[in-house]
């Protein structure tokens, strides 16, 4: 899983040659050592191969790996070809084929110093931490949960109806935002509504694959579609 990133550290933690750089944490949630040599990350969803993690690459069970992007390879195995947009863009963790999508995260304007993870760690629901945790557990930190507006640390109606007066009288909450576009809208609801419910897809798709069976055709998304529009000739 992609479990952590901080695109705007200014002061967080340091590399190897005492930069505060961006940086992703990967977490294996699995029960046995990982290797994940040959996987790729990137933010550019054109080029799904831009760099490569470092064959041989372990992470042990239940543990986290940190890397860097600060487009400084010369640092170190760890260090990324890209950094990441402090306005928003996305990360993803691809297979060793190069074109299957293992895990994504599409967010928003970031704020400094403040990351943006999963909680518990491998879970689907993202929120920010104003104590980030590098390499180490989320479990362990406190923060704000998107789409906890009675900040009671619980997702439940009680944060929809919440979030429907807000929409109702147009009003804007950073933590109502479920997709971080700057806008509270009834997106946002179902955004929350499907958190609640466990539905792990709560962004927009970035990538979509479609497939013909007999008569019919199937798509799937590693997130929301809206509508599509289709041509069909013969």
């Known amino acids: 899983f992609i479990n952590e990133f901080l695109a705007l550290n200014n002061s967080i933690i340091q590399d190897e040659a005492g930069e505060f750089d961006d940086w992703v944490e990967i977490y294996n949630f699995g029960i046995e050592s990982g290797n994940i040599g040959g996987l790729y990350i990137t933010d550019d969803a054109d080029n799904l191969m831009k760099w490569m993690i470092p064959y041989g690459t372990e992470i042990q069970p239940q543990s986290f790996l940190l890397l860097w992007a600060d487009e400084e390879q010369e640092q170190g195995e760890m260090h990324m070809n890209f950094k990441?947009?402090?306005?928003?863009?996305?990360?993803?963790?691809?297979?060793?084929?190069?074109?299957?999508?293992?895990?994504?995260?599409?967010?928003?304007?970031?704020?400094?110093?403040?990351?943006?993870?999963?909680?518990?760690?491998?879970?689907?629901?993202?929120?920010?931490?104003?104590?980030?945790?590098?390499?180490?557990?989320?479990?362990?930190?406190?923060?704000?949960?998107?789409?906890?507006?009675?900040?009671?640390?619980?997702?439940?109606?009680?944060?929809?109806?919440?979030?429907?007066?807000?929409?109702?009288?147009?009003?804007?909450?950073?933590?109502?935002?479920?997709?971080?576009?700057?806008?509270?809208?009834?997106?946002?609801?179902?955004?929350?509504?499907?958190?609640?419910?466990?539905?792990?897809?709560?962004?927009?798709?970035?990538?979509?694959?479609?497939w013909q069976k007999g008569d019919s055709f199937y798509l799937s998304g590693n997130g929301y579609i809206g509508a599509i529009q289709m041509t069909l000739s013969h």
């Open 84 to 210: 990441l947009n402090g306005e928003g863009e996305l990360i993803l963790l691809v297979e060793h084929d190069g074109i299957s999508i293992l895990d994504s995260i599409y967010y928003g304007t970031q704020s400094p110093n403040i990351s943006y993870g999963r909680m518990p760690d491998g879970g689907h629901v993202w929120q920010y931490f104003e104590s980030p945790t590098p390499d180490s557990s989320n479990s362990g930190s406190t923060g704000n949960i998107l789409g906890d507006l009675n900040v009671d640390g619980l997702l439940n109606v009680v944060d929809i109806v919440l979030m429907v007066y807000l929409v109702l009288d147009e009003e804007y909450n950073f933590f109502a935002d479920m997709n971080t576009d700057e806008t509270v809208n009834i997106l946002d609801i179902v955004l929350l509504a499907n958190t609640i419910l466990g539905n792990s897809k709560t962004t927009d798709a970035v990538f979509a694959n479609m």
